[in-house]
């Protein structure tokens, strides 16, 4: 049972003990983790929106904002679920964006056709 704190979702058990997550962490600061690593990844993201909007490009910042974003999709797979629910079809979704859009930025390092917004 998850059991919602104004911060934190901690399971329980039914002797009312919080759990140990796959990780070796309880699952309470599994959660932390996972949040801080995803506002990291919205900081990141507008700070590289920002230096877009200059036409600057922060090649240090875009590094931290796909890696972090991609940390985000990936610790979200370690939370306790059943089946294909919506919060992993959307972090399959971004996964393949992702690798996309790094595949773009190191690999052909956004030219040519991997250049196609001016």
Same mark, same amino acid.
């Given at each position: 049972m998850y059991v919602a704190?104004?911060?934190?979702?901690?399971?329980?058990?039914n002797t009312g003990e919080t759990?140990?997550?796959?990780?070796?962490?309880?699952?309470a600061s599994f959660t932390l983790l996972?949040? +801080?690593?995803?506002l990291i990844g919205i900081l990141t993201g507008?700070?590289?929106?920002?230096?877009?909007?200059?036409?600057?490009?922060?090649?240090?910042?875009?590094?931290?904002?796909l890696l972090?974003?991609?940390l985000t999709?990936?610790?979200?797979?370690m939370f306790p679920g059943t089946g294909l629910d919506p919060a992993r079809?959307?972090?399959?979704?971004?996964?393949?964006?992702?690798? +996309?859009?790094?595949?773009?930025f190191y690999g052909y390092h956004v030219a040519g056709a991997w250049r196609w917004i001016r």
């Open positions: 704190s104004p911060t934190l979702l901690l399971e329980k058990t759990t140990r997550h796959d990780t070796g962490m309880s699952t996972h949040v +801080i690593i995803s507008l700070v590289v929106a920002a230096g877009l909007w200059k036409g600057k490009r922060l090649d240090g910042w875009t590094g931290a904002f972090t974003t991609v999709s990936v610790t979200g797979f079809v959307v972090s399959i979704l971004s996964l393949v964006m992702l690798a +996309i859009a790094i595949l773009a």
